[in-house]
């Protein structure tokens, strides 16, 4: 079963926007990633934040994590039409055995040009 | 380029079949997992091996079954096909950063 939610399920703006996706989950968890998926093929790993980290930037990426409200979201500024995917967040649970990822149910982004 | 590759990218097979699909990974890559996506929704983790042993299984029944070699490249079987078992089925590596994913082989079960 899957982990948690994505919100919004889908998610259509104009290029030079922001856009924002938010991922809520059920357990304790030991790190949080977040993954694009292009036209049903492989998935692209994006950024990874620790479950004793709040915040974190890679290029035009920022997510946030509130271990508090089981919460995480993933900001891209300034979007180009290349940015056009389907976005998961997933989960490491903690005291886990393994570190099999738990997806979220994804965001479609489409950024219109 | 993630160093992670699947064949095929994509198989047609008939209910009842059996069917093996592979994954390559990059040297020094112990960890393999894999999962089954089924059309809009998100990855649902199948097992894990490492250094050739599962260590790690969902909750998928018997007839989907693995194999991990020592040249880092792993195999994932399914008996007894089943209409259902139609998904994108995507390999990963892990990584400290994260997991590496393949492309994925699209199976579809007629």
């Known amino acids: 079963s899957q982990q948690g939610e994505e919100d919004p399920q889908a998610l259509s703006i104009q290029e030079g926007e922001n856009a924002t996706m938010n991922c809520s989950y059920k357990t304790s968890i030991n790190n949080l990633q977040w993954y694009r998926q292009n036209s049903g093929r492989g998935l692209v790993h994006l950024i990874l934040?620790?479950?004793?980290?709040r915040e974190k930037h890679s290029g035009r990426l920022r997510v946030t994590l509130d271990t508090s409200k089981k919460s995480s979201s993933l900001l891209i500024t300034a979007s180009r039409a290349a940015d056009t995917a389907s976005y998961f967040c997933?989960?490491?649970?903690?005291?886990?055995?393994?570190?099999?990822?738990?997806f979220g149910t994804g965001t479609l982004l489409a950024v219109q040009p | 380029e993630t160093g992670v590759t699947q064949s095929p990218t994509h198989l047609i097979k008939t209910r009842g079949q059996q069917v093996t699909l592979r994954c390559s990974s990059q040297s020094g890559h112990n960890t393999v997992s894999w999962y089954q996506q089924a059309l809009g929704q998100g990855p649902q983790f199948i097992f894990q091996?490492?250094?050739?042993?599962?260590?790690g299984r969902g909750n998928f029944p018997p007839r989907f079954s693995g194999l991990q070699f020592p040249n880092y490249s792993s195999e994932l079987n399914v008996n007894a096909l089943e209409l259902d078992d139609s998904a994108l089925y995507l390999c990963a590596s892990s990584l400290p950063t994260g997991q590496a994913f393949g492309q994925g082989t699209r199976l579809t079960v007629v």
């Open positions: 997933a989960t490491v649970r903690s005291g886990g055995a393994t570190n099999k990822l738990i």
């Open positions: 934040i620790r479950s004793n980290e």
């Open positions: 091996y490492y250094r050739e042993e599962e260590n």
